[in-house]
């Protein structure tokens, strides 16, 4: 049972474009929503989350907006840089602090 | 400060041999996981360690995997015997008590079975 869902596995962009990742979640328990990094032979780095009570939260080039009614997340990433290539993960955690991830989405940033 | 360390980053190994890996987490992380990442997939909890005690060990294959972390520092996760489904990349990742919600995550071991 797939709690959390990332239903785009691939998205491409243009470098200084707007990128756009989409997370949908089915577990009302979930109070805290993270998207991690990751660059082939490495592991998942984190680079940003959200708290339930928030609707946005932004840091430099990232911003991840929360949908609690519509229980969907995005990242959104701008300007699009080379270096963003990646997989993206989403992922979602309750009061036990156990992640629950989506199957990742991955960005390739075209110069 | 220094990340997650794992080790060995890359095991081929045939079906029904034994294999363990060992990860040493982030310096004073209280919780350790691990997780199993199929290709194409996300990462999957298999267990999670509080200093030396399981907290969680629901979606680990007890049959053949087994996990240990003596004294609450590094760990082991061992398969034995593998199967073909096993191949997988195992990640390692630690947090600590007050950010409790950011896992770090180390390399990996990337597990071919044939």
């Known amino acids: 049972d797939q709690q959390v869902k990332q239903n785009s596995p691939s998205l491409s962009v243009q470098e200084g474009r707007i990128s756009i990742l989409n997370c949908d979640y089915t577990n009302s328990m979930f109070d805290y929503f993270l998207w991690y990094k990751k660059y082939p032979a490495e592991g998942p780095t984190f680079l940003i989350s959200?708290?339930?009570?928030?609707d946005k939260n932004e840091d430099g080039r990232f911003t991840v907006f929360l949908n609690k009614s519509a229980k969907h997340l995005s990242l959104h990433i701008v300007p699009s840089q080379p270096g963003d290539s990646a997989v993206y993960f989403c992922a979602a955690s309750g009061e036990d602090y156990k992640l629950s991830f989506g199957a990742g989405t991955t960005v390739t940033v075209r110069a | 400060e220094a990340g997650v360390a794992q080790s060995p980053r890359y095991k081929i190994i045939e079906k029904r041999q034994s294999v363990a890996f060992w990860c040493n987490p982030i310096?004073?992380?209280?919780?350790l996981y691990w997780y199993q990442q199929i290709l194409g997939q996300g990462p999957k909890l298999l267990i999670q360690f509080q200093n030396n005690g399981v907290v969680d060990d629901s979606q680990l294959p007890k049959d053949r995997f087994s996990a240990e972390r003596l004294k609450g520092v590094d760990s082991t996760l061992k398969i034995q015997p593998a199967k073909l489904e096993d191949s997988a990349v195992y990640l390692c990742a630690s947090s600590s008590l007050a950010g409790a919600y950011e896992q770090y995550f180390g390399p990996g071991t990337r597990l071919t079975v044939t």
């Open positions: 959200i708290s339930s009570i928030k």
């Open positions: 310096s004073g992380h209280a919780t």
